[in-house]
């Protein structure tokens, strides 16, 4: 027994070492990857509670407090939503703390950047703090999480544009001939994609033995937007570029099929029922990695002072010149310290409570009402309305972002 207490002794202690020693190599470039790290480990952690939490749940009273107790998908719904709560939580509360950091001076600077094994065990009591909760709190969370994911689907959409926009003029600055060869051949690739998949959805989500006109509306408006994509672009008073069209068709056709394939399986104009648990399978999967991508791409792009991540009213140089001289080391210090911050803090938070909700939104399906689509994820017609809805928001932004500069020559875009 003393042997055996021992060795538990040395492992814990080998374990807090390793804990330790692993969030104090987190350096200051690395930190934002840690918030994606630990984004995705919520994900994962959400992904195992769905599925083994339930029975477990069904046994506390606070929860299953019902007269009958409900199926066990809304068990897994609710473990989904406790989990997305805590990680709100954790990000909101770190994006309030965070309001008005503009240099390295700021206490609050070495906060975001350290002080991971705090951040780590705070993040895990208010995951478990969750699981006390009354289900009145999950249901109200639940209500708000969906306008959170349209905000972050939005997100998407300006860090979509922002990409485009930016792989489109770094290869159009090479100004050489593989280059420009390069963008047809991309572009070419992406028109290709888009009618194919356009072809492909009239034959999955159209019938002539149903009246399937909502899903022929739906498909015959992308590509309307794809055709006046590619008018604006290439109109002389633009004179854009036709990658960022292609690959924007190509997102916006995606998306289309993405909502038609959402449809609820009983409907007769959704052709894909016959394979609705292993197509609904890959559409989750899709649908969180591009979560995760999106938020690893825009802690990337927090990087850079240009991006959308800048605070607004952060200088963009470093501070003047003491004026008293400093020793070399002091000097070289108070520089470090005084250097304004390349990227809002709380608005880098923001972006990862938000992909919480929309995270916990495609892991439930957009609702806790499962009965209509049972244990399939992410199905359904609030879901189809999303994507959808999103589809047309980047259509519209991207439009606006070739117009605007030429309505209004005096502002900057």
Partial sequence: MWAASCLASCCAACACDACRTVVSGISRR???????????????????LRVVAAPLMEKIPWINHFHQTPDREWFETDAVLRVSLGNFLFFAILSLMMVGVKNQKDPRDSLHHGGWMMKIVCWCLLVIFMFFLPNEIISFYETISKFGSGLFLLVQVVLLLDFVHGWNDKWVRYDEQFWYFALFVVSLV?????????????????????????????????????????????????????LPASVVSLYCMYLCYSGLASEPRDYECNGLHKHSKAISTGTLTVGLLTTVLSVVYSAVRAGSSTTLLSPPSSPRAGAGKPLLPLDKVDEHEEKEKTKPVTYSYSFFHIIFSLASMYSAMLLTGWSTSVGESGKLVDVGWASVWVRILTGWATAGLFIWSLVAPHLFPDREF
């Fill in 190 to 242: 992406c028109y290709v994609a888009t009618f194919g998949l356009s072809g492909l959805l009239f034959y999955w989500f159209t019938s002539s033995e149903h009246d399937c006109g909502i899903n022929t509306f739906f498909i015959v408006m992308t590509l309307i937007f794809v055709v006046v994509f590619a008018v604006v672009t290439l109109h002389p008073a633009v004179s854009g570029s036709i």
């Fill in 30 to 48: 690395s930190a934002r990857i840690a918030y994606c790290g630990l984004f995705a480990l919520s994900l994962i952690v959400s992904w195992i």
